[in-house]
């Protein structure tokens, strides 16, 4: 009897470790397709996807609006020597049809650039930040002159102070 028992026994032991290698062996394959799914969806779904769609229609190139050299004098002390700021502006706009509705304004824009430059001190375009300040200045007041056409940015092609 006491050996009936221990196969008895042996027997009901023995049905857990199988179970548990099934439970391991079904998580292993689980695990393995699981990767192999997102190695599929992460590297070669997107791959096929790029190709499916359409290309995008090429970037027009934008266009310039050429303004008149300007030569101000700048501001300074009393008893200095006075110093004067050579500019050649460009004006980048989006697009072909712009270039034609800002041209009739140029007048208003060589105004307002000159009434503006006047104003500047050869302190204000000292160094790289100066110079920036000094276009987005220009750029947000030829905006307001030539609304409702926008310009993208207002380009130097000479700065000279002298």
Not at 10 to 37: H, W
Not at 53 to 66: D, I, Q, T
Request: cysteine-free; charged content about 25%.
């Amino acid at each position: 009897m006491a050996e009936n028992e221990a196969e008895g026994a042996a027997e009901v032991i023995a049905p857990p470790k199988n179970k548990l290698k099934l439970i391991i062996m079904i998580v292993a394959a689980l695990v393995i397709l699981g990767g192999g799914a997102a190695t599929y969806f992460l590297f070669f779904h997107r791959h096929q996807e790029g190709g499916a769609h359409a290309e995008a229609p090429p970037v027009k190139p934008p266009s310039f609006v050429e303004v008149p050299d300007m030569l101000v004098n700048l501001v300074g002390a009393p008893g200095d020597r006075t110093q004067y700021l050579k500019v050649k502006i460009v004006l980048e706009v989006k697009d072909e049809k712009q270039v034609e509705t800002i041209k009739p304004s140029l007048p208003r824009v060589s105004d307002i650039f000159q009434t503006y430059l006047r104003e500047l001190r050869p302190t204000d375009l000292n160094g790289s930040a100066g110079l920036f300040r000094l276009k987005e200045e220009l750029t947000r007041r030829v905006n307001a002159a030539v609304a409702p056409s926008q310009v993208s940015a207002v380009l130097f092609k000479e700065i000279v102070v002298q």
